[in-house]
């Protein structure tokens, strides 16, 4: 479903990512883990190209996202690919409701009825129906969180990308974005998601990316990794999250 | 006494002048063309200045660049110079002449546009960068997500500067009297001239009437702030869903 064939980026001098080659496949959940400054962050903008990369190859889909192609194309591409940010970055002039019908009529043309049937759907899912109404700034970090991930799947996406998703939260908010995304594994929903929550790991992910310094330095299952890590810095990694 | 009583004849015999200028034996004047020059000035500058914000934000140099240059020479030279410039200089250019009205009109939309302009790009410099991002992940184009969700905010939070501005332009009208538009100034300097011993009245009076207009819109910009600035805390619900906004209170956690 997305592939990275010896993706490279740069900031000017800096190499952020070197000779990525990994691939998550259909109906996978995906782990991305590693220290802070890894580019793990970079790596999954790269996806949806809110970072370019400098050379290689990534399939989102079976589409080349490099491919020179028209802003048309590359919107509906975009608009493809489910993204959650770690701000949530809900639009705070409109009502929830409004935010998750947004895309789908402007992007996709779907008529208003449509979409806000679509919207109430999804507000259910997320377990948010009664404040369909309501404004952003009377949410809290959780239900906005989960309105973004409402708002992602009204596109209709193959698939989601997570950065950091619980990172930005209260501690007690953090159970309730995990658990509608534990829903949307247990779907078969094809999933990306950079995360520290080890915790969620273990129990959703089918493969755990161990990223340091730009490199995807291991891929493994959750259950190989967290009990014989290959890679010295994996090692070190994990004992460094235990130690506290 | 005298004074306020003096105040009272001038005010008693001339309102009408003050009010409306000549007209309809004249063109609309006074402090009605002083609204309307000010009204009409910032209803065409703002459109101007949101395409004008947006060319200065541009990728593209053939955009920024023009943008830029305009901002930089309004910027950088006095009202009057630029009304003196196209009171002479429109009519060469197209041929006839112009009527002052207008004259100071296109000024006004030029300068002002401008001026708002640097307004309208803070205010979309201010959002956070997360919101175009977020926009664009879901597939909308830079435009689009321009129009349903960067200005939509921008304009909305720049409202009490663009309300400041417009208090700068009311002002910026006197200037129109160099080049006999018939505002307020005008009609006052009008009722001066036929009067000849009472400056001080008359100029009282016309101080007065501009402090009224434009410290009530000053008030209301303040109103406008206090207001934005609760809502952006989450408090303050949307106008006209009371009810609504009641019951959203209620469910609330905190």
Request: charge should be positive.
């Amino acid at each position: 479903m997305i592939t990275f064939s010896n993706v490279n980026k740069w900031y000017g001098d800096y190499r952020a990512l070197t000779d990525i080659n990994a691939e998550v496949k259909k109906g996978e959940v995906v782990v991305v883990c590693g220290p802070s400054g890894s580019g793990k962050s970079t790596l999954i903008r790269t996806v949806n190209r809110l970072e370019e990369i400098k050379s290689g190859q990534l399939l989102f889909d079976g589409h080349d996202i490099q491919a020179p192609m028209s802003s048309y194309q590359l919107n509906q591409l975009r608009s493809r690919i489910g993204f959650v940010f770690q701000s949530f970055n809900l639009f705070p002039h409109l009502s929830v409701l409004e935010n998750i019908m947004l895309s789908p009529m402007k992007v996709r043309g779907i008529r208003r009825a449509d979409a806000k049937t679509r919207a109430m759907e999804l507000l259910e899912r997320v377990g948010l129906s009664a404040k369909a109404s309501a404004y952003p700034a009377q949410l809290s970090g959780g239900q906005q969180q989960r309105v973004a991930i409402a708002r992602a799947l009204a596109m209709e996406p193959p698939a989601m990308l997570f950065d950091e998703p619980t990172s930005a939260l209260d501690p007690e908010m953090v159970g309730e974005v995990l658990a509608v995304m534990r829903g949307l594994a247990k779907d078969g929903m094809t999933m990306m998601c950079v995360t520290h929550e080890m915790n969620f790991a273990r129990e959703v992910a089918d493969r755990v990316w161990f990223m340091d310094a730009g490199c995807i330095l291991e891929t493994a299952a959750p259950e190989t990794f967290f009990r014989s890590p290959q890679h010295p810095r994996a090692q070190r990694f994990l004992s460094d999250l235990r130690s506290h | 006494m005298p004074f306020i009583l003096d105040l009272y004849t001038i005010l008693h015999d001339n309102w009408l002048l003050l009010l409306i200028g000549s007209y309809p034996n004249g063109p609309l004047g006074g402090i009605v063309c002083t609204l309307i020059l000010s009204v009409v000035g910032i209803g065409l500058a703002f459109p101007l200045s949101v395409l004008m914000a947006m060319a200065r934000l541009s990728p593209w140099r053939l955009l920024r660049w023009p943008a830029t240059a305009l901002v930089y020479v309004v910027r950088g030279v006095p009202l009057l110079m630029v009304i003196l410039w196209v009171y002479f200089l429109v009519p060469v250019l197209i041929g006839r002449n112009v009527s002052g009205f207008t004259t100071m009109l296109c000024t006004l939309v030029i300068y002002e546009g401008a001026y708002l302009s640097e307004v309208v790009r803070a205010g979309i410099q201010a959002l956070p960068r997360g919101q175009m991002e977020a926009a664009r992940a879901l597939g909308h184009s830079h435009l689009g997500a321009m129009w349903s969700v960067i200005l939509p905010q921008a304009l909305y939070n720049m409202l009490p500067s663009m309300l400041s501005q417009f208090v700068s332009t009311i002002k910026e009208t006197t200037l129109g009297y160099v080049i006999n538009v018939q505002e307020l100034t005008f009609a006052a300097n009008q009722i001066n001239n036929q009067l000849l011993t009472k400056p001080f009245h008359v100029f009282f009076i016309l101080a007065v009437s501009y402090f009224v207009v434009c410290w009530s819109l000053t008030q209301l910009t303040q109103w406008l702030e206090r207001r934005i600035a609760s809502k952006r805390r989450g408090i303050a619900p949307k106008p006209s869903t009371k009810a609504r906004a009641a019951s959203v209170t209620l469910e609330s956690p905190t």
